[in-house]
C-alpha cells in the first residue's frame, strides 16, 4: 500500500522555528512536495525535494533523504497567518504520464501570540 | 488564485441523488486532477485525465465516474449519494512537463448529503 505519515497537530509560537515531518512508503516516487492549506480553502504549493537535501524558499525550507523514505518541511520566524494545514506529498508520476500526488494526512499548525 | 475554476462552491443534495461537479482548469493546462477531502481528512486522489483522455485512477467508487470534454473542462459526476460522499471535492490541473510537477488547485466544490 501506499501511506505518508505526518504528526497530526504541531504548536508553536510566533518568531520561533517549527519542522514538520513525513515518513512515506509509495509504490512510486519521483519527488516530495508541500502544500499549505488554510481553513479548506485550496491547497498551495510550497515547495518540491527530488533529490536529497535541503531547498530554501524565503521562510520555508525543505529536506529529504530518499534513503530513509523520509522529509521535513521547516518554517522560520513564524507568523500568525502560518496557521494551517500543511501536507506533504509524494509525486507519483512524472512528466507527460502524471504528476498525480499521494498526500499525507496532514499536519495542522497551530501558531500562538 | 489559482486560475482553476470550480462550479458549484457549495450543494446540498439527499441520500440517492446524483450531482455533477464542474472544473476548467488553467489555461494551457492539459491535465486535470480530481480529489476528495473528507472532514479532518488528507486529500484522496480520485482520477486524472489528460488531454480528454484517462491517465490515472485512484480510489474511485464505482458510483463516481468523470470525464474531460474536448475544451479540457472536466465533470465529476456522483451518484446513488451517501452521507459519507459529503466532503470538499477539489479538482486541480498541471502544466505538462513543470519540473515541480505542481498542482494548481480550484477552490473546491463542498457537497453535504443529508
Known amino acids: 500500500g501506499q501511506s505518508l505519515e505526518q504528526p497530526s497537530e504541531v504548536t508553536a509560537v510566533e518568531g520561533a522555528i517549527v519542522q514538520i515531518n513525513c515518513t512515506y512508503q509509495?509504490?512510486?516516487?519521483?519527488?516530495l512536495s508541500w502544500y499549505q492549506q488554510h481553513d479548506g480553502g485550496a491547497p498551495t504549493f510550497l515547495s518540491y525535494?527530488?533529490?536529497?537535501g535541503l531547498e530554501e524558499t524565503g521562510r520555508f525550507s525543505s529536506f529529504l533523504s530518499r534513503s530513509d523514505s523520509y522529509g521535513y518541511l521547516l518554517l522560520q520566524e513564524l507568523q500568525m497567518k502560518d496557521s494551517a494545514s500543511y501536507f506533504c506529498?509524494?509525486?507519483?508520476?512524472?512528466?507527460?504520464?502524471?504528476?498525480?500526488?499521494?498526500f499525507g494526512t496532514g499536519t495542522l499548525l497551530a501558531v500562538q501570540p | 488564485d489559482s486560475g482553476v475554476t470550480q462550479t458549484p462552491k457549495h450543494l446540498i443534495t439527499a441520500t440517492g441523488q446524483r450531482v455533477t461537479l464542474r472544473c476548467s482548469p488553467r489555461s494551457g493546462d492539459l491535465s486535470v486532477y480530481w480529489y476528495q477531502q473528507s472532514l479532518d481528512q488528507g486529500l484522496q486522489f480520485l482520477i486524472q485525465y489528460y488531454n480528454g483522455e484517462e491517465r490515472a485512477k485512484g480510489n474511485i467508487l464505482e458510483r463516481f465516474s468523470a470525464q474531460q470534454f474536448p475544451d479540457l473542462h472536466s465533470e465529476l459526476n456522483l451518484s446513488s449519494l451517501e452521507l459519507g460522499d459529503s466532503a470538499l471535492y477539489f479538482c486541480?490541473?498541471?502544466?505538462?512537463?513543470?519540473?515541480?510537477?505542481?498542482?494548481?488547485f480550484g477552490e473546491g466544490s463542498r457537497l453535504t448529503v443529508l
Open positions: 506529498a509524494v509525486r507519483d508520476g512524472y512528466g507527460g504520464a502524471t504528476n498525480k500526488l499521494i
Open positions: 486541480a490541473s498541471s502544466e505538462q512537463g513543470a519540473p515541480t510537477g505542481e498542482l494548481f
Open positions: 525535494n527530488a533529490l536529497d
Open positions: 509509495t509504490s512510486g516516487f519521483y519527488g
